[in-house]
Structure formats: structure tokens, C-alpha cells
């Protein structure tokens, strides 16, 4: 049967607008690639973005497609997906990412396309069955238990941190973790990109498979650079709203801190990507920082702040659906 010439412009048109979503998703979450390099002062807004954008695009290819295939197929019923309900699931996310953006709150672009998804799916087939709920429950424990592992992680990479520099004078600490920031901020960028570019990857692939542009459901090399290519550019212009939000009104930072948010941060970042988790990098970044705030005094973090931001977590998949 020959496919009508619109559908595969409708095809070749929702990919693109899958690739403003990854862009969007890049400049929305420029914030936690580069808040902590920011806010200690390591580098200026520009090197640090540049920096982070470059390890973003790298992130993808270093750690495998799971994530990918958990969207593409662990979420919604796949053979529901057409290409109405992708775009519906985009269009609903990108809103919701503006909105956040404009009010400046760290939000997940991950949970606003998984609610997109959901929305859209059940708005279609009118029946819960058509939700995965399993793969849904599976987000959202991790909702819950990925945040508390950057918070107890970063706690204790900057107890030990301290434990170790207890006795060196304070301007040699803050040079030592300024160099070794620099390696930090790079792993959590490339953590970043490898978890948040993937959602867009499982995107586009089930809507190529149910279009019938592939024969069994996989993620092509393409898709990878082309999405990982998004997520840089997006990156690379950087959400400036959200980085006050993030490295200047949640908690004051020093090196020490930075790196140990943003070392805890990518070390539960890969792993969740290499089981295959689709977590929220947003949610874990600012865990992290409430979690080196709170090493100094629970005062040093603005709970209000934090808050707001949560009240924003929890509302990102209903909305965004």
C-alpha cells in the first residue's frame, strides 16, 4: 500500500517538532548543567554553558539507548501510538516547559513529555488499559527515590570532602576544588545528555515504527546525533531564568559544594541511564544542592524556594497530560 505523500510530511514535521521540544529541553535545563559552576564562581555563565553544551552532545552516544527504549515502548500501549498522539504528547510538554521556564522554576522536560504521552493516549482511546502503568509506576517511585539519592549522595561526598580538607587552609581547598569542578560539571553534562536527550530518541523511534518507517522497533544512529545535536544547541543558548533560580536563590555555594553536588548528581544520573530509568535530571541537580546546603545548617538553604519547586515537580505530569 503506497503511504500518501502528507503523511510523510506530517512524519518528517512532528520529528522536527521533537527536536524544538530537545531543544527546548537543552535550554530549559541548561540551569542544572552549569548552576553550580556559576554560583562558586568557577566559570563565567558563557564558558560554563559552551562547556556544558559540548559534553550534552557527547552525553548520547557514551551510555547506550535504554532510556530510549523504556519511552518508546514501557510507557503507553505502542500499537496506540500514531502520529496525532506524538504530536499532542509534544505540543503538551513544550507548554508546559514555557510556562516553568517563564517563571523561572527547574521543572522536568522528562515527566512533561511522559504526562504528554499519557494525556494524549488516553484522550484518544479513552481507556486506562492504554497506560503502561507499570513502566508509569516505575517513574514515579523514581520521582521520588532519584531526588532522595542526589540529596544523601551529595550529603556525603561533602561530609567526606570536609573530613579530608579539615585541616588545609581555606584558599587552597577552594583552588583544589575549583580544578577539580571543572571535571565535575563536565561528567554531570555528559550524565545529562545522556539521560534527557533519550526521551525525544524513543520519541521519534515508535513514531517511525508505527508509521512503518521501521521494520522493528529500534533507535537509528541518526536519531542519536540529530537529537544529541538539539539538546547542545538548546544548551548552548541556556535557560537564564531558571540558572538564577538554581545557583544563586536556593543555596549559597562554594567549589567543595559544587562538586559534590554535581559528582553525586552524575553518578545517579548514569546509572539510572544505564538501567534504563527515566529520571528527572532536574529533580536530582537540585537535591543535590539542598543536600551540600544542609551539610553547613538547615538555614542555609531557602526552603521556600524549594518549596515552590516541588509544588512545580509534582504538578509537571498531570499538567503537561
Not at 503502561?132 to 561530609?159: D, E, N, R, Y
Not at 583544589?176 to 555528559?190: C, N, T
Amino acid at each position: 500500500m503506497t503511504i500518501p505523500a502528507s503523511e510523510h510530511l506530517l512524519v518528517i514535521g512532528i520529528i522536527f517538532i521533537a527536536l524544538i521540544f530537545d531543544f527546548i529541553n537543552g535550554f530549559h535545563d541548561a540551569a542544572n548543567a552549569i548552576a553550580t559552576v556559576v554560583a562558586t564562581k568557577v566559570l563565567p555563565p558563557l564558558y560554563a554553558v559552551a562547556m556544558a553544551a559540548t559534553f550534552n552532545f557527547i552525553g548520547p552516544f557514551a551510555l547506550g539507548v535504554a532510556v530510549a527504549e523504556t519511552i518508546g515502548t514501557g510507557i503507553i500501549q505502542p500499537d496506540m501510538v500514531d502520529s496525532w498522539v506524538i504530536l499532542s504528547a509534544l505540543l503538551g510538554a513544550i507548554l508546559w516547559d514555557l510556562i516553568t521556564w517563564w517563571l523561572g522554576l527547574p521543572t522536568s522536560s522528562s515527566h512533561a513529555l511522559i504526562g504528554g504521552l499519557i494525556g494524549a493516549v488516553l484522550c484518544k482511546g479513552k481507556h486506562l488499559d492504554l497506560v503502561i502503568w507499570s513502566g508509569v509506576g516505575k517513574v514515579a517511585a523514581f520521582m521520588l527515590v532519584a531526588p532522595l539519592m542526589g540529596f544523601c549522595g551529595s550529603l556525603l561526598v561533602t561530609i567526606a570532602a570536609l573530613h579530608i580538607c579539615k585541616n588545609m587552609p581555606s584558599h587552597r581547598v577552594n583552588l583544589y576544588f575549583r580544578r577539580l569542578q571543572l571535571i565535575s560539571a563536565a561528567l554531570y553534562s555528559l550524565s545529562h545528555g545522556t539521560n534527557d536527550a533519550q526521551k525525544v530518541m524513543g520519541i521519534i523511534a515508535i513514531l517511525l515504527f508505527s508509521n512503518g518507517w521501521l521494520s522493528y522497533f529500534h533507535v537509528p544512529w541518526w536519531t542519536i546525533f540529530v537529537c544529541a545535536l538539539a539538546m547542545g544547541i538548546g544548551t548552548l543558548f541556556g535557560g537564564w531564568r531558571i540558572i538564577r533560580t538554581m545557583a544563586q536563590r536556593l543555596t549559597n555555594l562554594r567549589p567543595y559544594q559544587g562538586f559534590s553536588a554535581e559528582t553525586a548528581s552524575s553518578l545517579v544520573l548514569g546509572g539510572m541511564a544505564l538501567g534504563g530509568i527515566p529520571v528527572s535530571t532536574t529533580h536530582v541537580i537540585t537535591a543535590g544542592i539542598i543536600g551540600v546546603g544542609a551539610v553547613r545548617t538547615v538555614s542555609a538553604v531557602l526552603w521556600g524556594v524549594a518549596i515552590s519547586i516541588v509544588w512545580a515537580w509534582i504538578l509537571t505530569l498531570p499538567m503537561a497530560g
